[in-house]
């Protein structure tokens, strides 16, 4: 479930979490989110909140620019 | 976690009880959480509450099929309290394919859940309406439909299977939606 059905946003978060070797429940206990909602996310049928899109920066120190984009970026892009 | 377990009286849950529907802490029920079987839950509680509600059709099926002695009365009441409970069964299950997040205090979801939740309560707001509208229609009609009499059913059981449905829509909405709970 997108913010804005019409923009989608697009982002990076299972390739950097699975080459940084977190499962979804070890990513989600990290930023206090439900697994669900991180599998949601790594589909893109989400679009996280700010203070969510930061957290989840953090969690896999990455800029937010890097992880979000609204422009589809190619897999391995990292 | 705090080792007080706080009760939410509005919304009728504990923080433990919501906490463990929310994890995967009862594995035992993670066979009702595939969209399929929550599906098959929903139409299982329709049918219940659409079953209670015909309860209140027994003046006339008294007066159609001559239902007068204490045995069938009897029987009437024995299956009308099993459909009940069976439809709060039904129930109960699809609270636990849920993860109870149609019942659950903002703090303990997160922001998707929260955002899920509040579109589910929007949708069984606007089915609530079309309910209320029929029970409406009913309240002119019954009186021709041989609904609604004092000898017999009052119209208890539908006012029965209106909690029921007034209770379980959110979560009805939320167990067809949603691709994984």
Redesign the interface.
């Known amino acids: 479930?997108s913010r804005n059905s019409e923009e989608p946003v697009f982002n990076q978060i299972e390739q950097i979490r699975t080459a940084q070797g977190l499962s979804r429940q070890e990513l989600a206990d990290l930023v206090?989110?439900?697994y669900?909602?991180i599998?949601?996310l790594e589909r893109g049928?989400?679009s996280?909140?700010l203070v969510?899109a930061l957290r989840i920066s953090k969690a896999l120190n990455k800029e937010v620019s890097e992880l979000f984009s609204l422009t589809e970026q190619k897999k391995g892009k990292k | 976690m705090s080792k007080k377990n706080k009760i939410y009286w509005s919304l009728g849950v504990t923080e433990k009880g919501t906490r463990a529907l929310?994890t995967d802490e009862n594995s035992k029920f993670k066979w009702l959480r595939s969209q399929r079987n929550r599906r098959v839950l929903v139409v299982l509680n329709l049918i219940g509450i659409v079953l209670v509600s015909l309860g209140s059709y027994y003046p006339v099926l008294k007066t159609n099929f001559n239902l007068n002695t204490e045995t069938e009365i009897l029987i009437y009441s024995v299956t009308a309290i099993f459909v009940i409970f069976l439809t709060l069964g039904a129930y109960s299950f699809l609270r636990v394919a849920v993860r109870g997040i149609a019942d659950a205090p903002d703090e303990l979801?997160?922001?998707?859940?929260i955002?899920?939740r509040d579109?589910s309560f929007r949708y069984a707001y606007l089915a609530m309406g079309y309910i209320v509208l029929g029970l409406l229609l009913l309240m002119f009609f019954g009186p021709e439909l041989q609904m609604f009499q004092p000898e017999g059913n009052d119209g208890s059981y539908l006012a029965i299977a209106t909690m029921f449905a007034f209770a379980s829509a959110p979560s009805l909405i939320l167990a067809w939606r949603e691709?994984?709970?």
């Open positions: 479930m206090g989110v439900h669900q909602t599998g949601y049928e989400y996280p909140s969510l | 929310l979801l997160d922001e998707r859940q955002q899920v579109s691709r994984d709970i």
